[in-house]
C-alpha cells in the first residue's frame, strides 16, 4: 500500500469543468480543510482591464472567514497579485463608483462567495493549477493571524471606533475627488456642447443679440430646424376656410384637383383597351 500512496501523492485534482481542487486549512492545529475550486478565468464577451484573460483565475467556494487581504496574502506565494475582487455571485466587472472608506461603507454579511484574483505575471496561474491538493494552503499563521469568533466580535468592536484625525483624512480626501470629478464632468460636457454645435462642414454661424445679453453660436443646421419649427407653428395657428374667398378657392382647388383624376383615369382606359387583343371564344 506505501507504494500506492506514494505514487498518488502530490498531484492536482482536477474535476468536471476544468476546476481545479484546492485544500485550505485554518492553522496548522486544526486537522479539518476546506476545500475551494479554481480556473484561468476566460469569458471571450468581457474584455476588461480589469480581468485580463491570462492573468485572472476565479476562484469557487471561499469561506466566509477569507476577505480580500487574507485572499492576496495566501495567494501570493504564487507570484505577485495586482488585485483581489469578492462577490456573492459570478458577474461581468461592474465599476460601482470610486471607493468608499471603511466608515461609509455598510457591513457586509459573512456567506460564502466567489472570487476573481488578478496576478501580475500569466505564468502565476500555471502555478496555482499545478499546486498539489494533498498540500493545504494555510489560512492563520504567526505572521498574518485570522481572526474568528469571539476575538473576531471583539476586533471589529475595537475597529469600530473612528480616529478624528483619520476620519477628517479620509473625508478630505473623499471630497478632493468628488470635486476633480464634477470638474472632469463639467469640461467633457462643455466638449460635447461645442461639437453639437459646428455643423457638418465644420462652420459655425455666430448671431449678435440684445446688449447686455449673452448669444449663443448658431449652426446652419440648427436654424433650418428652427424655421421649419417656426413654419409649422404659423400654419397651425392660420384660420383655414374662415373668410369667404379662402372657402371659394378650396372648392376651386378640390375641383381642379377632380378633373385632373378624371383625366388620368381616361388616359389609363384608354391604354387597357389599345392593349387588349380580339378573342371570340
Known amino acids: 500500500m506505501a507504494p500506492s ?7 492536482t ?7 481545479t481542487v484546492l485544500s485550505l486549512q485554518f492553522s496548522t492545529d486544526i486537522v479539518a480543510q476546506h476545500k475551494i475550486c479554481v480556473k484561468e478565468h ?13 492573468r485572472t483565475l476565479f476562484v469557487l467556494n471561499i469561506p466566509p472567514y477569507c476577505s480580500e487581504g487574507v485572499i492576496k496574502e495566501l495567494f501570493s506565494q504564487f507570484g ?4 483581489v475582487e469578492l ?6 466587472f ?3 463608483g470610486p471607493k468608499l472608506a471603511k466608515y461609509f461603507t455598510p457591513a457586509q454579511k459573512q456567506r460564502f462567495r466567489v472570487g476573481y484574483i488578478v496576478f501580475q505575471k500569466a505564468i502565476s496561474i500555471t502555478a496555482v493549477k499545478s499546486h498539489p491538493h494533498d498540500v493545504p494552503l494555510v489560512v492563520s499563521t504567526e505572521q498574518r493571524p485570522v481572526w474568528t469568533g469571539l476575538q473576531k466580535w471583539i476586533h471589529q468592536y475595537k475597529q469600530s471606533f473612528a480616529q478624528p484625525d483619520k476620519l ?17 464632468e463639467a469640461e467633457r460636457q462643455k466638449e460635447e456642447a461645442e461639437e453639437q454645435l459646428e455643423d457638418e462642414e ?6 449678435r443679440g440684445k446688449s447686455g445679453t449673452k448669444t449663443r453660436p448658431h449652426s446652419e443646421v440648427s436654424n433650418q430646424k428652427a424655421l421649419q419649427k417656426e413654419s409649422r407653428k404659423r400654419k397651425r395657428k392660420e384660420l383655414m376656410n374662415f373668410y369667404t374667398w379662402q372657402h371659394r378657392n378650396t372648392q376651386k382647388e378640390h375641383i381642379a384637383e377632380l378633373r385632373k383624376k378624371f383625366e388620368e383615369d381616361k388616359q389609363r382606359i384608354a391604354l387597357l383597351r389599345a392593349q387588349r387583343k380580339f378573342r371570340p371564344y
Open 5 to 11: 500512496r506514494s505514487k498518488h501523492a502530490n498531484q
Open 13 to 19: 485534482c482536477v474535476i468536471p469543468g476544468g476546476f
Open 42 to 54: 476566460r469569458v471571450r464577451a468581457e474584455k476588461t482591464t480589469q480581468r485580463p484573460l491570462d
Open 80 to 83: 505577485p497579485v495586482q488585485s
Open 87 to 92: 462577490r456573492e455571485k459570478p458577474g461581468s
Open 94 to 96: 461592474e465599476h460601482s
Open 168 to 184: 477628517q483624512e479620509a473625508v478630505d480626501t473623499f471630497m478632493q475627488d468628488y470635486d476633480t470629478r464634477k470638474e472632469q
Open 202 to 207: 465644420g462652420w459655425v454661424k455666430v448671431t
